[in-house]
């Protein structure tokens, strides 16, 4: 039954696609050639601003240190009766930081010389995204139906609490307040921690596969793009045919890690309840904690994505993808560090592209048409729900270009060693980039 449940629903999404979903894809699809179209750009305005950025403060820095210098000059004649020790401190203070700047922008400069053909290897696959979203329009509707799953979950989540709460020992309610309370006995508070554990283990499922979904599209898109046919229906009939057990037991691990970050906090309240003195030591031993646990949790987050990823494109084990992805991704780290940190800045520029258009849009049609005008009084709060609903939509479907450019980045290295070093399946944005290459390195050769 739950199978049925899901495979028709996943079915009505992709059947409705071109008639609920047009307007949605058509923006999506303009935003995503922008992007496309901009990319290059914004990947190396974004590199010379930092460089010529660091150096800029580097000088600025300096210029503050020689100030100083010449009040020194003052201060020996016996016009300046500045205070010598601050006066020193300042300078080595300037003069440190004018050294840090200009070093990590020599550093960066470098280590774009360096990397240059990484870099050009990061835009060519974040094209490649940009073309898989515009080509599988129907990926765009993957992250808004594993929301209303999650909505589901947490209404179901919270109506099961409220009756489970209430199986407690009641109290007689305190004068003036008309509702009793309930006494939490160890019972009901193993059953509670049962029942959290359950919402983040379901949870951690619900976005388990939705990462498979996009990124087994996005491997059947690399692969097969002649040959695909419904690659979404594809990716959901092999998520909940096949890798079921291999996305449960990712999503177990992610649980229990964070079940014992809630466990953490909930030791610390105790602790101090029960006398342990909140002075500056405790405060920073629990904050250090508290810290490497969080640390832990995004590690075992972007292992797990990287181990989705392989099971989608090799359909082995979870535990199997996950090493294979440790290691791929040990073999090429600075591709991995440099395409994830694009994402993430273009993940921002897409959000605020999304945002920022559709309420400029609304603002000028609600404040120029007339008919529209005279019936509000205020644009503010009309404009408030366009940037909330646009970023919205902004966050979901720049989810799923996120997703393809680490796929496609995978699929890419896979490609390459299968085929001794020769990717064959490349799409049009990538092969440019392997052409590009190819000829540098055979008039290098001559």
Same mark, same amino acid.
């Given at each position: 039954m739950l199978y049925f449940f899901f495979f028709k629903q996943k079915t009505a999404y992709e059947i409705s696609a071109c008639l609920v979903g047009s307007e949605m894809c058509i923006r999506d699809r303009f935003t995503m050639l922008v992007l496309k179209l901009c990319i290059g750009v914004i990947v190396w305005l974004v590199i010379i601003t930092f460089i010529l950025g660091t150096t800029a403060l580097? $000088?600025?820095?300096?210029?503050?240190? $020689?100030?100083?210098?010449?009040?020194?000059?003052?201060?020996?004649?016996?016009?300046?009766?500045?205070?010598?020790? &601050?006066?020193? &401190?300042?300078?080595?203070?300037?003069?440190?930081?004018?050294?840090?700047?200009?070093? !990590? $922008?020599? *550093?960066?400069? @470098? @280590? !774009?010389?360096?990397?240059?053909?990484?870099?050009?290897?990061? *835009? =060519?696959?974040?094209?490649?995204?940009?073309?898989?979203?515009?080509?599988?329009?129907?990926?765009?509707? !993957?992250?808004?139906?594993?929301? &209303?799953?999650?909505?589901? @979950?947490?209404?179901?989540?919270?109506?099961?609490?409220?009756?489970?709460?209430?199986?407690?020992?009641?109290?007689?309610?305190?004068?003036?307040?008309?509702? =009793?309370? *309930?006494? !939490?006995?160890?019972?009901?508070?193993?059953?509670? =921690?049962?029942?959290?554990?359950?919402?983040?283990?379901?949870?951690a499922f619900i976005i388990a596969l939705g990462q498979f979904i996009l990124a087994s599209s996005a491997g059947i898109w690399y692969f097969m793009r002649q040959q695909m046919n419904s690659p979404v229906r594809?990716?959901?009939?092999?998520?909940?045919?096949?890798?079921?057990?291999? @996305? =449960?037991?990712?999503?177990?691990?992610?649980?229990?890690?964070?079940?014992?970050r809630i466990t953490f906090e909930y030791i610390k309240k105790k602790s101090y309840a029960m006398g342990v003195p909140e002075n500056a030591v405790t405060k920073f031993i629990f904050k250090c904690m508290k810290c490497c646990l969080a640390c832990f949790e995004r590690f075992i987050k972007f292992i797990n994505t990287q181990a989705y990823i392989q099971v989608a494109l090799t359909g082995k084990s979870f535990c199997s993808s996950a090493i294979a992805a440790f290691y791929l991704i040990f073999r090429n780290t600075v591709v991995f560090g440099m395409t994830h940190g694009l994402s993430i800045i273009f993940v921002f520029v897409g959000k605020l592209f999304i945002t920022v258009i559709p309420t400029i849009a609304g603002f000028l049609v609600i404040t120029q048409v007339e008919d529209i005008s005279k019936r509000i009084s205020s644009p503010i709060s009309l404009c408030i729900c366009f940037a909330f609903i646009s970023y919205a939509i902004g966050s979901l479907f720049m989810q799923v270009w996120g997703m393809a450019s680490e796929t496609i980045l995978q699929a890419y290295l896979v490609d390459i060693e299968v085929n001794a070093n020769v990717a064959t399946n490349c799409p049009a944005s990538l092969q440019e980039f392997v052409d590009k290459n190819k000829k540098i390195k055979d008039k290098t050769r001559v």
């Open positions: 580097g $000088a600025l820095f300096y210029q503050k240190y $020689a100030k100083y210098n010449e009040q020194n000059v003052e201060s020996q004649d016996g016009s300046s009766n500045v205070d010598e020790d &601050t006066k020193k &401190t300042n300078k080595e203070a300037f003069m440190g930081l004018f050294i840090f700047f200009w070093a !990590v $922008a020599a *550093i960066s400069f @470098l @280590l !774009v010389c360096c990397f240059f053909n990484r870099i050009r290897l990061v *835009i =060519a696959i974040l094209k490649a995204a940009a073309d898989f979203v515009k080509d599988v329009c129907s990926a765009l509707l !993957v992250p808004p139906v594993m929301f &209303t799953f999650q909505i589901m @979950l947490y209404v179901s989540w919270l109506i099961t609490l409220v009756y489970l709460y209430s199986t407690g020992e009641q109290k007689r309610p305190q004068e003036g307040w008309p509702f =009793a309370s *309930i006494e !939490v006995d160890q019972r009901l508070e193993g059953q509670l =921690a049962y029942h959290l554990f359950g919402l983040l283990w379901i949870n594809t990716s959901v009939f092999r998520a909940l045919r096949y890798h079921m057990g291999s @996305l =449960a037991f990712g999503s177990l691990i992610l649980a229990i890690v964070q079940f014992i």
